[in-house]
């Protein structure tokens, strides 16, 4: 029996990659749609809002970054996967993107910034976004990454089935 790829970078069986993308993904997402208030509303504090949501997604998508990248360049199978590759070089892109955005508002103002280019920055990262979580899918329910697939499997070790198809002792 062939053993998915497994995560590097997890807590017991349950791989922190995961565990961190919803963060930045929800911070990244809602400083578009503070964009889109304050654009709507004119009011500053959706004008600032972005901002701490811009500054917030950046460092949660560094520390889901790192759990990526332990993953990425510690299982050889996962970088065989074309999915790995447009995953991780798509948010490394949606990362660099919020990074201008988030320096564009700090250096002009967040009000100022937003109109015309800070809106657009964030629609881009929310596009990239979109791709890179269906790759992110892709590896997961396409390819297995990290995925125990039999009952009672707690590690990535191949399960041993005996003649009758039930799961049995781990494999040496």
Do not use: C
Not at 13 to 42: K, N, R, S, Y
Not at 59 to 83: C, H, K, T, W, Y
Not at 140 to 162: C, K, N, R, W
């Amino acid at each position: 029996m062939s053993v998915n790829p497994a995560s590097r970078a997890k807590l017991g069986t349950h791989p922190l990659h995961p565990m961190l993308v919803p963060f930045p993904v929800a911070f990244l997402v809602g400083a578009f749609v503070t964009d889109l208030a304050f654009i709507g509303m004119g009011d500053g504090f959706w004008a600032r809002a972005s901002v701490w949501l811009i500054g917030a997604g950046v460092v949660m998508a560094l520390l889901a970054a790192v759990a990526g990248f332990i993953d990425f360049f510690s299982e050889p199978r996962i970088r065989a996967l074309n999915d790995a590759w447009y995953h991780m070089f798509g948010n490394l892109t949606a990362v660099a993107i919020a990074i201008v955005n988030f320096v564009l508002r700090y250096n002009e103002g967040a009000e100022a910034a937003i109109r015309p280019w800070g809106w657009i920055l964030s629609l881009v990262v929310v596009g990239i976004l979109l791709f890179t979580g269906w790759k992110g899918w892709e590896l997961v329910y396409s390819h297995h990454v990290a995925v125990l697939d039999a009952p009672g499997q707690t590690s990535s070790e191949p399960v041993v089935t005996d003649h009758r198809g039930g799961s049995g002792r781990r494999a040496a």
